[in-house]
């Protein structure tokens, strides 16, 4: 979103395996002890914690990937809430139990796959004869296009969803989007396993 609207900003890198979530610092930033988090230093170091609260924030402030009109904000900000409380959660689990978690439990591997795949086919359907999921290019873009991109490490076939697929492309060939998922560095999802199963035992 930064790379998009074009502000600057610094990046202040958390290691999620050292705890850094949960330090009195980062919690006075984010009191639920999660990334990402930013602090808007030009409006009195205000901070705002909740990707998707992120995004409306710095929509409004840029006055940017947001419409301005009431409909067209609801549109947008109803396909923000849709990644927030179904492609997010749901994958994430799916994440935990096909990749992470220390033992295979087979049923809620297949029922947090199968509900990725169910949201997928809904984003499917929004985006057929459409470029962008409410037409124009938004946050609420941004907000699936992120999870999405990371199907197969959670194990979420993509095969028949033609529309997603070729969304998934517009998306990755944005310049501001390569920019910013290398931010704060290129991530390499096989190295990530080690580190998500010291953070699930603590």
Not at 133 to 139: F, G, W
Not at 144 to 165: E, K, P, Y
Request: charged residues 25%.
């Amino acid at each position: 979103m930064l790379e998009e609207i074009g502000m600057p900003y610094t990046v202040h890198p958390i290691s999620l395996s050292q705890g850094e979530q949960k330090s009195p610092k980062f919690l006075a930033v984010n009191p639920n002890g999660r990334i990402p988090a930013i602090v808007d230093r030009a409006n009195g170091d205000f901070a705002v914690f909740e990707s998707g609260a992120i995004l409306l924030y710095l929509a409004k402030k840029s006055g940017k990937l947001l419409p301005k009109d009431d409909k067209g904000e609801s549109h947008v900000t109803q396909w923000l809430m849709f990644q927030m409380g179904g492609v997010g959660p749901m994958m994430g689990q799916a994440n935990v139990f096909y990749r992470y978690f220390p033992e295979k439990i087979q049923p809620a591997i297949d029922r947090y796959q199968n509900e990725g795949r169910r949201l997928f086919e809904v984003l499917n359907g929004q985006l057929k004869g459409r470029e962008y999921l409410c037409d124009e290019y938004s946050i609420a873009d941004i907000a699936n296009w992120c999870w999405v991109r990371i199907h197969a490490w959670s194990g979420i076939d993509v095969t028949g969803l033609d529309d997603l697929q070729a969304w998934l492309a517009r998306l990755e060939a944005r310049p501001a989007c390569q920019r910013g998922i290398v931010v704060p560095e290129p991530l390499v999802l096989e190295g990530v396993v080690d580190m998500a199963k010291k953070i699930l035992t603590k």
